[in-house]
């Protein structure tokens, strides 16, 4: 099968997510009569792949946006693409490799890729119109809460920025980690949002120095692509309570407004 690379600038998650689609309903991956020989690394060897045609695999997969949906526990692997959880059981392409189930594998990864476009396309286009969202005229007399939106991609940054002051909140936005602590030492605000996967520091070390430079009761909601479950787990610790998929603008514009209800009616707890 004759294919193109996909450039490897200014890259879309959703167009790294659909071109992996087509590749795979194409045949991109798998083995045949014809070429019993063909291996199916899956990601790795696909034109979508920053590392494709470079035998010096220059790229580090860090700088792969696929990075988001990896656990955190298995980005230092060497292959951390293949550790992504497919399904509701949690299996990874490499337990799927595991099985040498050519159908099953591809039929995992069509619908794990096919879950993940829809649900950003629907993001991306919905309007979203809250029953309790302000009005010019009440956001120049109410107080605003003040949400700080931090992520690396600048369409999710514009998007919620966009949503949370239709809402009526007070948004600022920060691109990375860094960027984050430096906006944070300078002013205050009632909720982070804060992405699970950063480029330069850890979301955990974001964290911890959130909780330094803020008290206790400073709401804060992690968006990632992981699973509910998991995020609750790792950072239950640094005393986070609320989570939402950062695809669903939506929800998160929702979460917002009850952490921030919570918070004010359990101060001590939050």
Known sequence: MEVSKMPKDDRDILEVLQFELDFVNSGGYGRSVRTPQKPTAVFRESPSCLNFGDPNNTHPCRDCLLMEFVPPSARAKGLPCHQIPMGPRGETIDKLLDRDDQTALEQALRNW?????????????????????????????????????????????????????????????????????????????????????????????????????????????????????????????????????????????????????RCSLLAANC
Do not use: C
């Not at 480029?199 to 959130?210: F, I, W």
């Not at 986070?240 to 998929?245: C, K, N, P, Q, Y």
């Open 113 to 261: 890729l096919e879950t993940r476009v829809s649900r950003i396309e629907e993001s991306r286009a919905q309007v979203v119109k809250l029953p309790q969202a302000l009005s010019p005229a009440q956001r120049e007399t109410e107080y605003r809460p003040r949400v700080l939106v931090v992520d690396d991609d600048e369409s999710v940054l514009t998007l919620l920025n966009q949503l949370l002051e239709e809402a009526g909140y007070e948004t600022t936005t920060a691109w990375g980690g860094r960027e984050a602590v430096q906006i944070l030492r300078q002013s205050a605000f009632d909720l982070v949002l804060l992405d699970d996967y950063l480029p330069d520091l850890t979301s955990e070390e974001v964290l911890r120095q959130l909780r330094r430079l803020t008290d206790s009761t400073l709401a804060i909601v992690m968006q990632s692509g992981a699973l509910p479950d998991e995020l609750a787990v790792r950072y239950a610790r640094l005393g986070v309570r609320f989570f939402t998929d950062k695809h669903e603008p939506e929800r998160i514009v929702e979460l917002v407004r009850d952490s921030l209800s």
